[in-house]
């Protein structure tokens, strides 16, 4: 079992920059594979970046690429998400979320990928 717990929410004038963190708890943290997800109001909850637990494969959704940067830091058993040049389309609940896995390079994309959930940070960019 993990415990996920994100922070860094808030609101952002478009342009603007975030960084998201997620703190974990309960097992070994370096085991996992983590990602972020997003859900606005009325859709459903979407991949935005995935790292492996190793750190050397790395994946985002085209909507964030060149914006976005996911990383992590297992000594510190903490994930962040580094946002510039937020848009307002990036307004959403953003969720961090891992999955135990034995491979080192195995990153996941898929909501139904992970096991365990933090409780989400509202992300809002104004225009």
């Known amino acids: 079992q993990v415990q996920l717990v994100e922070s860094g929410g808030g609101l952002v004038q478009a342009g603007g920059s975030l960084r998201l963190s997620c703190a974990a708890s309960?097992?070994?943290?370096?085991?996992?594979?983590m990602g972020w997800f997003r859900q606005a109001p009325g859709k459903e909850r979407e991949f935005v970046a995935a790292?492996?637990?190793?750190?050397?494969?790395?994946y985002y959704t085209d909507s964030v690429k060149g914006r976005f940067t996911i990383s992590r830091d297992n000594a510190k058993n903490t994930m962040y998400l580094q946002m510039n040049s937020l848009k307002p389309e990036d307004t959403a609940v953003y969720y961090c979320?891992?999955?135990?896995?034995?491979?080192?390079?195995?990153?996941?994309?898929?909501?139904?990928?992970?096991?365990?959930w933090g409780q989400g940070t509202q992300v809002t960019v104004s225009s």
């Open positions: 309960g097992r070994t943290f370096s085991r996992y594979a």
């Open positions: 790292i492996s637990w190793g750190g050397g494969t790395i």
């Open positions: 979320a891992a999955t135990l896995t034995y491979s080192l390079n195995s990153a996941y994309t898929g909501t139904y990928e992970y096991s365990y």
